[in-house]
């Protein structure tokens, strides 16, 4: 059955083999202080064992899989839903959107609904949020900030300057929008005019790639647009290379749910920032569940979309989307940042996704092999959503196979390390210095030499396999129309931080491997996927509860449909699960504190 929605480059639907998930099996070393500073400079010497750490991560395993030659190798999973002449015009910020949640509620965050209301009552003004909450995250005070891990760069006058523009606009009662005025952050490898974007490299004096951008992305500028503002770029994982969130060069951002535990992924300074309380939501990019880790491990929402529905990357696996603390803002952020760019042919081809109706069959699909590989307190909490999701939502579960979960995550990640090593070469040019390797920590250092090393037969495979997953997951979309495929989005409760790490970084790559059980499927197929927290688990180290996530993955162009499943899922977590939802104890009452300052005035 062909898909209602027409698309370009909808892949052919046809089932894979049958082939049980039966776990990973990479014996990837773990490596923290002087024995990853030898092995990092043992690797980059020694040829045999670069390609050697190469073969035990299974980087090369998708050449050995039989009946790959019957498909043709994808090299970007672009699928673009395409618009028609009677095609549901896209939707906007609807008035639901714009409520605050309940005032009692357990765990509350504040929404882009609450600071317009207070900004159209006249109880505060952008500019004295701004003036209160810029003391809390800009690097350089003495002492420092209490949350500036989680900012790279705060530019103070260029923040005033908006905030003082929104203060006139709301006094004018000429207000563009609930976003007028609320702070918002973007992650460090996006550019922002006027700021360099360092992805979470230490920053040289004098080196070429440091420059400030000269223009704003599509994304982040519709948010401007909108009114909202940039108060800083947020901290990441250097280069975005591994899902921890460890960073010796700028300081981990921290996970304010349980300050022993990491943020989780590259967006990490997004997470913490959210956790916090600092901003309601932020932008982040995703090419390994970089926005859908540190969402999960730090209680927030975040959604991936489709390959290039906000922005056409140069990846064939990244993607920029939105974080926030709730669901509404969620859905606010990218209904903006998705509006049609004219001077992008690829992303500007994209029909409106629009929200599934009312009347719809809701299926969610579950592989059991796969999913039951999560810790066990992970498993209880999401199967318990998942039972408020078919007892009490007429959700239909049904049981799915997916054929090569291993070799597909290692073929990903060798994937993406190719990006990465290309990417990378091209910061340093020759002129100013022939080694790319001379700028970024221990590391990454290891992990780009292996990823050099993924030939072009490797990735011709791996396009092949690429195909096949989408081809298998076309076959389920059209057997059960507006499927949901459901797996934890992490498989563990958290990432204890081991005492030393933030000397030199560390690898863990079982850790690694395990921690993107999940995530990488809708990376490498261009699927779209969101990630909800549904409740807490108790923690082996520190004081706060884990948060636990549930992910949902679907079809190409479905992202309102993903957002409508979150908005379930928010309503189980305030309302049905026991306690509600958690907010740390260390809380920034961001509003709280510009209106306690103001007072202080008068």
Not at 57 to 80: C, H, M, R
Not at 89 to 111: C, M, V
Not at 269 to 277: E, F, K, V
Request: hydrophobic share 35%; net charge negative; glycine share 8%.
């Amino acid at each position: 059955m062909a898909p209602a929605q027409r698309f370009h480059g909808y892949p052919k639907a046809r089932e894979g083999p049958k082939i049980p998930f039966n776990g990973t099996e990479e014996q990837v070393p773990v490596l923290r202080g002087w024995l990853l500073v030898v092995f990092a400079n043992l690797i980059t010497r020694s040829s045999w064992l670069a390609k050697s750490t190469w073969r035990d991560a299974n980087f090369g395993s998708a050449k050995d899989l039989p009946g790959l030659e019957e498909y043709d190798w994808q090299l970007q999973p672009i699928v673009t839903p395409l618009a028609t002449s009677d095609s549901p015009s896209k939707p906007g910020i609807t008035s639901d959107l714009a409520l605050r949640q309940p005032e009692d509620r357990a765990g509350r965050f504040y929404s882009a609904a609450d600071y317009h209301e207070l900004y159209k009552s006249g109880k505060l003004t952008p500019l004295q949020v701004a003036e209160a909450l810029l003391p809390l995250i800009a690097r350089g005070q003495n002492p420092p900030a209490k949350y500036e891990s989680a900012t790279a760069v705060t530019q103070e006058e260029t923040v005033l300057r908006a905030a003082k523009a929104s203060t006139e606009r709301y006094a004018k009662g000429e207000q563009l929008s609930v976003l007028d005025g609320v702070p918002f952050g973007v992650k460090d490898d996006l550019d922002v005019e006027g700021y360099v974007s360092h992805k979470g490299l230490g920053p040289q004096e004098g080196h070429p790639f440091f420059k400030p951008a000269k223009e704003t992305i599509w994304p982040v500028k519709q948010l401007e647009a909108a009114g909202a503002i940039m108060v800083s770029t947020f901290a990441m994982h250097e280069l975005g290379s591994d899902v921890s969130g460890c960073n010796p060069r700028w300081g981990t951002p921290v996970n304010w749910n349980n300050t022993s535990y990491y943020p989780g992924a590259s967006s990490s300074g997004n997470g913490s920032a959210l956790s916090a309380g600092l901003v309601p939501l932020a932008v982040g990019t995703d090419a390994g569940g970089s926005i859908r880790i540190p969402s999960a491990f730090c209680g927030q929402y975040g959604l991936k979309t489709t390959l290039h529905r906000v922005y056409t990357m140069k990846s064939s696996v990244c993607i920029i989307g939105p974080m926030a603390s709730n669901v509404s803002d969620l859905t606010i952020a990218f209904r903006l940042m998705s509006a049609s760019n004219p001077d992008d042919p690829i992303q500007a081809a994209f029909a409106p996704s629009i929200p599934p109706s009312p009347s719809a069959k809701k299926y969610i699909g579950i592989d059991h092999d796969w999913f039951n590989c999560a810790a066990p307190q992970v498993l209880e909490v999401t199967k318990k959503a998942i039972s408020y999701l078919t007892d009490k939502l007429n959700y239909e579960l049904v049981d799915i196979s997916i054929p090569y979960l291993k070799e597909g995550q290692a073929a990903h990640s060798a994937w993406a390390l190719v990006e990465s090593v290309d990417h990378q070469r091209t910061r340093v040019p020759k002129w100013y210095n022939s080694d790319p390797l001379s700028m970024v920590n221990h590391p990454n250092k290891c992990m780009q030499t292996m990823g050099a090393l993924t030939s072009g037969v490797d990735m011709v495979k791996s396009g092949q396999l690429r195909r096949l997953h989408m081809e298998h997951l076309a076959f389920l979309y059209q057997k059960y129309p507006g499927l949901l495929i459901l797996t934890p989005t992490v498989p563990d409760a958290g990432w204890k931080i081991h005492p030393g790490d933030e000397a030199y970084g560390f690898i863990d790559g079982p850790k690694t491997f395990r921690t993107m059980m999940y995530i990488w499927l809708a990376n490498s197929t261009g699927c779209p996927a969101i990630t909800a927290p549904v409740g807490y688990a108790e923690p082996e180290q520190g004081e706060g509860r884990l948060s636990i996530g549930l992910m949902a993955t679907g079809e190409w162009g479905a992202e309102e449909q993903l957002l409508s499943f979150a908005k379930d899922a928010e309503v189980y977590l305030n309302e049905v699960y026991e306690g509600g939802r958690n907010r740390s104890k260390d809380w920034a009452d961001v509003i709280g504190l510009a209106i306690e300052k103001e007072n202080g005035k008068n």
